[in-house]
């Protein structure tokens, strides 16, 4: 039976997985994958850091696959036949394309499967929903932070969403005019890998922020400041990938929506293609009703 | 048509990695400064002032650009026995940039 028309009381609810297949879950697969780029950074945070960064050292900067790099010194790189704004390298134009194609063709899959500043932040929260369980007097204090399951400055939540737009606009056009990274300052990624610098800058007051905001709010740095998801975001729109929410399926569980890291309002739409969605599917792992919630692809802008 | 999540997932990393070996295999890659893309060391040249690097030494600029290390030290004020294998944006100072030290080879 094809899933368009399963009504609620036809749809099953998708068998789950026991034992070791349980493991063999797409949360799973997909935390791997995150935790596998992430080791990939910090082995050359950890080797820069026991090598030194001596002249005569070549081994690379773990800022050389940054892939907003790449967008900041895309214009320098055009306007002057090859030059690159300092910090970065072909390596980061190079990833830069790939988050690119990678958003054209399949969503911002690059900031749900692979950015290790979402991961971060992912975990950050993981723990704090683990506290929650198990500390009594932490879960109340969080649950005093938030209106009927909501955050207490919820209201903000939609303006906010915006600011990641300015900051793009600003990093973009500031490294283009001036010819030199002007957000690296301010950028929590960059202060996060030059950490042993030890170096107060604007960008650990952000990367603090982003942390400890990670405790209250998934993801907050991906809702509203990060320039690349905006740009990822913004390209994802013209992908063919969309994830599709069957009323006739659904139940109105609002799982979906609980396990959304972008606070994206799952259970209501029919067609997700937010320029918030990280395309992680946790929504589609967190439904329990058969064909209710599924990826999809189909004709760029039209096939909804 | 329905894509299995792991099938996405599996055709994200297949994409994502693919773009950047193919980008290697055609020798579209370098992750420093210090070497080009096909692993040759860069060297600062005696014509062009801008291609004096923070990381180079101030051997490499005193070879290159023929001036005694001690010259470039009391121009800049800095102390006289500094090794001169340091990098150069190891010394900056109120009194020592790159940009102050091309404008002063270029002029010299
Ligand atoms: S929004 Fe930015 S920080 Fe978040 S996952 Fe995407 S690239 Fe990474
Ligand atoms: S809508 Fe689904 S895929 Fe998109 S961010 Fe939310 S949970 Fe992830």
Redesign the interface.
Known sequence: MN?QTLSVSQSRIKPRSKGIRALWS?HI??RV?QLIFASFILYFVMVRVIAG???T?????AE??CPFGGLETLYQYFASGGA?V?HT???NL??A???L??AL??RS??CG??CPLGFIQDMIHSFSAWMQKRFVPFRKFMRSLTQRGKPAWNFLDQYLRLVKYGVLIWSITGAAIYGVMVFRDYDPWSALINITEWILTPGLIVLALTLIGSLFVERPWCRYACPLGAASGLLGKLSP?YLKREADACTTCKLCTKACPMGLQVHTATTITSVDCV?C?EC??ACPREGAM?????IPLLAK | ??????V??V???T???G??FS??GLG????????D?SGQ?IQPSAADVNTIK????LE?VSTTFNVPVSEILSVFDLPADTPA?T?LKDLESDTFDITALRTWLSER
């Open positions: 899933a797409h697969f997909r994958v960064e001596s002249a050292s070549t081994v690379a900067s050389a696959f690159f300092s390298h072909l390596s190079v990833i394309a790939a988050v194609i990678t063709l399949l899959a690059f499967w692979i990938v395309s599917l589609v792992d599924e990826v999809k692809a189909g | 048509m329905k894509i299995n999540p792991f996405y997932g055709i994200v990393l994409v994502f990695l773009i950047i980008a290697q579209f890659w370098s992750t420093s400064g210090k070497v893309s060391a923070g990381w180079m030494t490499q294998s990098a």
